[in-house]
Nanobody, 114 residues
Framework: QVQLVESGGGLVQPGGSLRLSCAASGIIFRLNPMGWYRQAPGKQRELVAGITSSGITNYADSVNDRFTISRDNGGNTVYLQMNSLKPEDTDVYYC????????WGQGTQVTVSS
């Protein structure tokens, strides 16, 4: 059973930074594709950033040049460095991992407000 544990969310002022972490455990292989989605109440979940098994990254246009996704050397922890945060980045952020199917974390709240 794959488990994803997220951390690092919170309240930050506009222009500030946060770093989200997602640690994967369970029956997985190294370097599974992982990434982050976000979802606001009543809205569809949208892809924020992803990283493939070969390290190729992709980003939503709305976060390009502000957010950076990376993973540790062991390959089972993924990070999302979020800089220049805007109020519209306020959402619940969900980590995902793909291993035969897509697994999800429990979500972590990010609130950008003055």
């Amino acid at each position: 059973q794959v488990q994803l544990v997220e951390s690092g969310g919170g309240l930050v002022q506009p222009g500030g930074s946060l770093r989200l972490s997602c640690a994967a455990s369970g029956i997985i292989f190294r370097l599974n594709p992982m990434g982050w989605y976000r979802q606001a109440p009543g809205k569809q979940r949208e892809l924020v950033a992803g990283i493939t098994s070969s390290g190729i990254t992709n980003y939503a246009d709305s976060v390009n040049d502000r957010f950076t996704i990376s993973r540790d050397n062991g390959g089972n922890t993924v990070y999302l460095q979020m800089n220049s945060l805007k109020p519209e980045d306020t959402d619940v952020y969900y980590c995902y991992l793909i291993h035969s199917k897509q697994y999800w974390g429990q979500g972590t709240q990010v609130t950008v407000s003055s």
